[in-house]
């Protein structure tokens, strides 16, 4: 901590001056006696001392929260001497703050008496925050010095994602080898009935369909539809961020890939992550609550690393991408790069479907004629990359402000619906 | 005379006030000043041989000094404890007092060796450099 004149310190001393020439000049006592007062202030304020010893903490009550959910804290002072007047600020992130309490407190100390006073924070938006700074000032009796600096015990403080839960998940065209929630297209032993056939030598007595082996008059066996896991890839575009106030693109993908993960999961499907922009990040498929925790961890570090550079999808491993696998693409449609990479996964023959954070709410043309000629120009080659997906079996479907992610997901499904029965 | 002094304290009133509203620290003792200067003057025109009333001109002087740095220390927005207002209050109050008996035992001690010669304002101005050079002492050691 160091020691810092305050400004009492400098305009007592300026009235203390001029009060003592001018009576000298003047020749008149009562001069003196106007300036008197402050002198005796400032010699009483100005005696030596040794800067205090501080302990403050602020004690945190979880490492992980919610985005938008109260967290409380504890914010702890002691002093080895009394203190007239300490002053303790929170040096919060941008995005965290306090809902209840103070952030910046003054407080008289005795010595060796430790307060503490509860706060409670809360997190405006997701991502990893550094707490624990607290800006300290501890004043003189009289105001003209203090001691002042940053006490730092770094507490790091997780806020997830709050995502919304979704009812119908996207389901793969094709499933994999374990057991799960999604019904495969396969026949084998399983829940949901498929189809009837004669019975062959081999076919288990409990599979003969008796009451249509009594129609036929021979053995008939009922065949089924098992229940497999899928494996879901999700595929996060951070190559750009659209951003207006509060709203931004690249935190809507993160809260939908939050929710997706959670929801996949729950269905026992394995659920991998690649974050696909100038930093690469990647998470290889797997399921449980770990993975879960896992997934949001790595995309909590999600971030806009402005790039120049071209990447393809030749970067990432194999094992990230397994076959059969669903690439779940959640982008904005802004970067050509991503655009790219999507045609080249399908071009892999990848089952890729498409959720776009719509930017377009978040985008005003500017007032002269040429901005609206432009931003109709940039609408109209929007549709047309749409248009391309499409043409590439890739279904895409919007949402963002006002249309929530599972209406997007509808979207999808019905067009791969519809896509599978155009084929037929 | 009254008039330009009434004008001279609206003008320090107003920078007193505009040093409050944009928190600028630095202007506070400008108005100080020159309420003191305008004190200075009066005392100068009337002529008079010493004027018991400059006891309630300091006290007043750093009275509305230490309302004014309060005042820009309230500005900061730090959350004070129940009952530091009034604590504050009183210390202001108590500070106002002690000027008044400063001063006055100053003005008590300047009536008492007015009449004894030379010496003594001499040993008086040398006290008040004196004073002033260990403040610049101690300043510069900070």
Same mark, same amino acid.
């Given at each position: ?13 300026? &009235? ?6 001018? %009576? ?15 002198? !005796?202030? #400032? ?11 501080? +302990? &403050?903490?602020?004690? #945190? ?34 995005? =965290? ?21 509860? =706060? ?20 003189? /009796? ?22 919304? $839960?979704?009812?119908?998940? !996207?389901? /793969? ?17 399983? =829940?949901?009935?498929?189809? !009837?056939?004669?019975? &062959? ?28 896991? $899928? ?41 991998? *992550? ?20 896992? *997934? ?65 709410? !978040?985008? +005003?043309?500017? /007032? ?11 609408? #109209?080659?929007?549709? &047309? *990359? ?7 079996? =890739? ?8 249309? /929530? ?16 029965? %155009?084929?037929? | ?7 001279? @304290? ?29 004190? @200075? ?102």
């Amino acid at each position: 901590m160091r020691r810092v004149a305050g400004p009492r310190l400098e305009g007592y001393a300026t &009235v203390v001056a001029t009060g003592l020439v001018a %009576a000298l000049a003047l020749r008149r006592p009562e001069l003196v006696a106007l300036a008197a007062p402050f002198a !005796l202030l #400032l010699a009483a304020g100005l005696r030596p001392a040794a800067a205090p010893r501080l +302990e &403050v903490s602020l004690t #945190l009550a979880g490492e992980r929260v919610v985005e938008g959910d109260a967290l409380a804290a504890t914010l702890g002072v002691r002093s080895d001497r009394a203190l007239d007047r300490l002053e303790l600020a929170l040096a919060l992130p941008a995005g =965290i703050e306090v809902v209840d309490g103070a952030a910046a407190l003054a407080l008289r100390l005795r010595a060796g008496e430790e307060r503490t006073f509860p =706060i409670t924070l809360t997190c405006r938006r997701w991502g990893v925050y550094d707490l624990g700074r607290v800006e300290v000032r501890a004043r003189d /009796p009289f105001r003209l010095l203090a001691w002042q600096g940053s006490v730092a015990r770094r507490q790091r403080l997780r806020a997830y994602p709050r995502s919304e $839960t979704l009812r119908l998940l !996207l389901p /793969p065209r094709e499933t994999q080898a374990f057991a799960g929630s999604e019904v495969a297209r396969a026949k084998a032993d399983g =829940i949901e009935f498929a189809d !009837l056939r004669a019975y &062959v030598p081999g076919d288990r007595v409990r599979s003969i369909h008796w009451r249509a082996s009594a129609r036929r008059g021979a053995l008939v066996v009922g065949e089924r539809h098992p229940e497999r896991n $899928t494996d879901v890839v999700l595929f996060v575009d951070s190559f750009a961020d659209v951003r207006r106030g509060e709203r931004s693109t690249l935190d809507d993908a993160v809260r939908a890939t939050a929710a997706l993960a959670a929801s996949y999961l729950q269905r026992r499907d394995r659920v991998g *992550l690649v974050t696909f922009g100038g930093v690469l990040r990647w998470l290889q498929p797997g399921l449980g609550l770990a993975q879960r925790y896992r *997934l949001v961890e790595t995309v909590l570090e999600t971030g806009v690393e402005p790039t120049y550079t071209w990447r393809d999808v030749s970067v990432l491993p194999a094992r990230i991408l397994p076959p059969k696998a669903l690439v779940l693409a959640i982008t904005p449609l802004v970067d050509e790069r991503f655009v790219a990479a999507l045609a080249d996964l399908r071009a892999r023959r990848f089952d890729v479907a498409v959720l776009e954070v719509d930017p377009e709410p !978040l985008v +005003e043309p500017g /007032p002269g004629e040429l901005d609206r000629l432009a931003y109709r120009l940039w609408l #109209l080659e929007r549709e &047309v *990359l749409r248009f391309r997906l499409a043409r590439l079996g =890739i279904a895409c479907a919007r949402f963002g402000e006002g249309s /929530p992610l599972a209406t997007a997901l509808e979207g999808v499904r019905t067009y791969r619906r519809h896509a599978r029965l %155009a084929r037929a | 005379m009254a008039a330009a002094g009434a004008r001279a @304290a609206a003008l320090a009133l107003l920078v007193l006030v505009a040093a409050l509203v944009h928190d600028w620290p630095r202007l506070v003792p400008l108005p100080l000043l020159a309420l003191g200067g305008l004190y @200075a003057v009066q005392l100068r025109v009337d002529a008079a041989p010493l004027d018991p009333a400059a006891a309630g001109v300091a006290a007043g002087l750093l009275v509305t000094a230490e309302l004014a740095y309060w005042s820009l220390e309230e500005r900061e927005g730090f959350h004070a404890e129940a009952g530091e207002r009034l604590r504050r209050t009183a210390r202001i109050a108590a500070l106002g007092l002690a000027a008044l008996l400063v001063a006055w035992g100053l003005l008590v001690l300047a009536d008492a060796v007015r009449a004894r010669g030379l010496a003594l304002d001499l040993a008086g101005a040398t006290a008040a450099a004196g004073v002033l050079l260990a403040l610049a002492l101690r300043a510069r050691a900070r």
